[in-house]
């Protein structure tokens, strides 16, 4: 098949791409960042997904698949910025597919548009509404992208489309919101909070993708590997200190003192959960993660040289 990767020189991006390139599809790519050593055949437009250029791969090179990837969640890009390549890059790269006759659309979101709140349940289904927004106002954009590519469902029903809602994923490649969010020495804690985090290995995202392309997926579905584990734990496997502090402190101090720079709106998420459900994932295309919790801890703090 010919398949378009948009964000295709990201960490993940990169690796999707190798798996498909090796499975035999024909594979291009649209990012804004370079990637000198791609594997040969790869056809990389370097633009922005919003401009003509993008569309005119859509024109020319009639993709049958298309992996939306090209979505930002570093909170160091101005809000305004974010919104734009999220939703509404998001919005017209659905538009071409529709437009082009793209077959099948896969949009790879995040699970934390669930949103981290005391009365939520602690495993989230697809059926359960995506509150992050209410619950972490700078995840506005990402859930906006989300319920935009969702609704290509019933607007374009003639393509199948998937949103695949992807936890954490950490590995050696160190790229990533929780990587960031570990990339200190020192990982704050709200003081009497503990919450669980949920994560997969990066090689296991990428083959999960790879799953939803081969078995067409059509709908929402969660992705998950390991069981997830308190935020303690994460920080002592990884090899960090956790810093705990009252809530109120801890909103004044982030970004100062070595942590992480973090909106206020991340301390929800420092308190409760997000954990999802991925039975239908795995029922639907049989995949497996192949890296337990441990094993992606250690991949993220001993990185192969």
Request: with cysteine; hydrophobic share 40%.
């Amino acid at each position: 098949m010919k398949i378009l990767i948009t964000g295709i020189a990201g960490a993940l991006g990169r690796q999707v791409a190798q798996e498909l390139v090796h499975e035999g599809h024909e594979l291009m790519g649209i990012d804004r960042r370079p990637w000198p050593d791609a594997p040969k055949g790869v056809q990389i437009l370097r633009g922005d997904i919003r401009k003509r250029p993008a569309e005119d791969l859509f024109r020319t090179q009639k993709p049958d698949v298309v992996i939306h990837m090209a979505t930002v969640s570093h909170f160091s890009t101005p809000f305004e910025e974010r919104a734009r390549i999220n939703l509404y890059g998001t919005r017209r790269i659905f538009e071409h597919c529709h437009r082009y006759g793209v077959k099948h659309a896969l949009f790879v979101g995040r699970h934390t548009v669930y949103g981290a709140a005391p009365d939520t349940p602690l495993y989230h289904t697809e059926d359960d509404p995506p509150m992050g927004g209410a619950t972490f106002p700078e995840l506005a954009d990402l859930v906006g992208a989300d319920l935009y590519a969702a609704s290509s469902m019933w607007r374009h029903p003639q393509m199948k489309a998937a949103v695949l809602r992807v936890v954490y994923v950490l590995g050696p490649s160190r790229q990533g919101t929780l990587a960031q969010f570990l990339k200190g020495s020192r990982v704050p804690m709200v003081m009497g909070y503990d919450p669980l985090f949920q994560f997969m290995h990066e090689q296991d995202a990428a083959a999960a993708i790879c799953a939803a392309v081969k078995a067409r997926l059509h709908g929402v579905f969660n992705v998950a590997g390991p069981a997830p584990v308190p935020l303690s734990l994460l920080c002592q496997v990884t090899g960090r200190r956790p810093l705990a502090l009252p809530g109120p402190v801890l909103g004044r101090v982030l970004g100062r003192m070595g942590l992480p720079k973090l909106p206020k709106g991340a301390i929800s998420h420092l308190k409760f959960p997000v954990v999802v459900d991925d039975k239908a994932f795995r029922k639907a295309t049989g995949f497996e993660a192949t890296f337990d919790e441990t094993r992606t801890m250690e991949a993220f703090r001993y990185p192969a040289r």
